[in-house]
């Protein structure tokens, strides 16, 4: 025999070798053959473990629980399960045991066992079930809506707070994908974050865009979103929503008096500015009123009826324009219209004389005792070449020309 021994030999030390536990046993559940691991796990040799009942050897407990695999073992089915251990040592070993038959002639003459440790699946797949568990329990409390979306933009998860903000229940957004229920004026822009998202480029968003919800209104959102690999072909999208309506519209509120007369609601003069400023290149016209002898309005009926009459004013002004022009008040009585459908000085001159006509005449208000007669001073001023940066002024002095009739 050379030094490496019998085939036998080098068998059992393979067989030894293993960590798992190896074992045979007879159809009376006697030991006939055990591994080194039976140390291990049961404090036995192998040699001590030869002979041994079942019962003995996995205790009282272990077997009653292995009993129904054992008997369908004895029975010719091959056995699989899961089973925890305390072996001699205190420690808890998550095994996976299986146990095939031996048959011959058609009678079971015993079963191999081969029971390996796996407790770092277990402990694995324990850790990824608290947290797909503490992930639920999260979005389904959380006060703002979250949701699991898939790469071609489907809902795949959603919360509860997502669909109160929607109107939609849960099962009906699964069947939709986010552009769905996108505001059209929003779809490119969401498409484009998505499309980053994908390629790499961005790994978190955060936006805010409008939902049109089941009832047809519009929300505005801010989302926050980041893409999760290794979770499908591309990966998921995990979004937070959150219902940012309220905080849009005071913020279009406070944009819109910034740039409004509070007595007359016109425009006012930075909105002024800002849109002679901002006017492309081309034709444009100003009038610029005045009233003549407001302030004998005010000193005779009080600044009361002096505002009322203001407002009235304001009206006419805006009643009489084009949609596409715009009409502010600059300060006390100074009104001033920007208008840019003129395309000649003497379109404009038309647009003045209107103006004018429109706001001369009898004003009945109600914090006034009797009727009150108005007139009015216009000037205009046009451009037709784009540099607008002087018609404020000459607008103002053709007005004052036209109070003291020189026009």
């Known amino acids: 025999m050379d030094e490496t021994g019998s085939d036998a030999d080098i068998l059992r030390r393979v067989i030894d070798s293993v960590p798992a536990l190896i074992g045979y046993w007879s159809a009376d559940l006697r030991n006939l053959a055990a591994n080194e691991a039976y140390v291990d796990y049961f404090g036995l040799t192998p040699e001590k473990a030869r002979g041994m009942h079942i019962r003995d050897v996995l205790g009282p407990e272990v077997h009653e629980l292995n009993r129904p695999y054992i008997e369908a073992a004895l029975a010719g089915t091959p056995q699989q399960f899961d089973r925890t251990l305390i072996d001699v040592h205190g420690m808890v070993r998550h095994t996976q045991a299986t146990y095939v038959p031996e048959i011959v002639d058609g009678r079971v003459r015993g079963f191999f066992v081969h029971v390996a440790e796996v407790s770092r699946r277990v402990e694995a797949e324990r850790a990824r079930d608290e947290a797909i568990s503490l992930f639920e329990t999260s979005m389904h409390h959380a006060a703002i809506g979250q949701a699991v979306v898939g790469t071609d933009g489907r809902w795949l998860q959603v919360n509860q707070a997502l669909c109160e903000l929607t109107g939609y229940t849960a099962e009906e957004l699964q069947e939709l994908s986010f552009r769905d229920i996108t505001h059209p004026d929003d779809v490119e822009a969401a498409d484009r974050h998505l499309a980053q998202l994908l390629d790499g480029s961005r790994t978190h968003i955060q936006s805010e865009k409008r939902y049109l919800r089941k009832d047809g209104s519009v929300v505005w959102v801010q989302r926050n979103a980041v893409i999760v690999r290794g979770t499908g072909a591309d990966g998921i999208i995990i979004a937070q929503i959150q219902d940012i309506t309220r905080r849009k519209v005071a913020e279009s509120e406070l944009a819109r008096l910034a740039v409004t007369d509070a007595l007359t609601g016109l425009g006012n003069r930075h909105l002024l500015m800002a849109q002679i400023g901002r006017h492309d290149a081309g034709p444009l016209g100003l009038l610029f009123l005045d009233l003549d002898g407001f302030k004998r309005v005010n000193d005779t009926h009080g600044h009361g009826v002096g505002d009322e009459l203001l407002v009235a004013v304001a009206r006419r002004i805006a009643d009489g324009i084009d949609p596409a022009d715009l009409a502010c008040r600059i300060g006390g009585d100074?009104?001033?219209?920007?208008?840019?459908?003129?395309?000649?000085?003497?379109?404009?001159?038309?647009?003045?004389?209107?103006?004018?006509?429109?706001?001369?005449?009898?004003?009945?208000?109600?914090?006034?005792?009797?009727?009150?007669?108005?007139?009015?001073s216009v000037g205009s001023s046009w451009s037709a070449d784009g540099d607008h940066s002087a018609l404020l002024r000459a607008a103002d002095k053709h007005m004052y020309a036209d109070k003291s009739g020189a026009s």
């Open 334 to 376: 100074e009104f001033v219209v920007l208008i840019r459908s003129a395309t000649s000085s003497s379109e404009i001159e038309k647009y003045r004389s209107e103006l004018k006509a429109a706001v001369t005449g009898t004003y009945r208000l109600t914090s006034a005792p009797i009727a009150i007669e108005v007139a009015a």
